[in-house]
């Protein structure tokens, strides 16, 4: 399965932007779990978002609660990010990611329970 971000682009603070996250050669559903990454210049990869995939549960960084949320469409086999009230700390290459393997909550925010990855797509936002 190959995963390919897009949506991103430059937004004012303020702003919204809904990324995309589209599987190819594979349905999301063979995953177990998918999530959202993003990297700053500088700065280690962090967790964002993320869903198991039975039941839909899903969590959140705590920088994000309230303003991001993560969806999926099984039809268009697709996952989203909605992004509100963006703010210059949300700028970053975001990445999508699917994991396989049982799913425990208390670790849907660690990349390494994560088996595919995106190639990312930008997010600029100015103040």
């Known amino acids: 399965v190959q995963l390919v971000e897009s949506g991103g682009g430059l937004v004012q603070a303020g702003g919204s932007l809904r990324l995309s996250c589209a599987a190819s050669?594979?349905?999301?559903?063979?995953?177990?779990?998918v999530a959202w990454f993003r990297q700053a210049p500088g700065k280690e990869r962090e967790f964002v978002a993320a869903?198991?995939?039975?039941?839909?549960?899903?969590s959140y960084a705590d920088s994000v609660k309230g303003r991001f949320a993560i969806s999926r469409d099984n039809a268009k086999n697709t996952v989203y990010l909605q992004m509100n009230s963006l703010k210059p700390e949300d700028t970053g290459v975001y990445f999508c990611?699917?994991?396989?393997?049982?799913?425990?909550?208390?670790?849907?925010?660690?990349?390494?329970?994560?088996?595919?990855w995106g190639q990312g797509t930008q997010v600029t936002v100015s103040s």
């Open positions: 869903m198991r995939w039975s039941g839909g549960t899903t």
């Open positions: 050669g594979g349905a999301f559903d063979t995953y177990s779990r």
């Open positions: 990611a699917g994991g396989f393997g049982t799913t425990f909550i208390q670790t849907m925010g660690a990349a390494r329970r994560y088996d595919h």
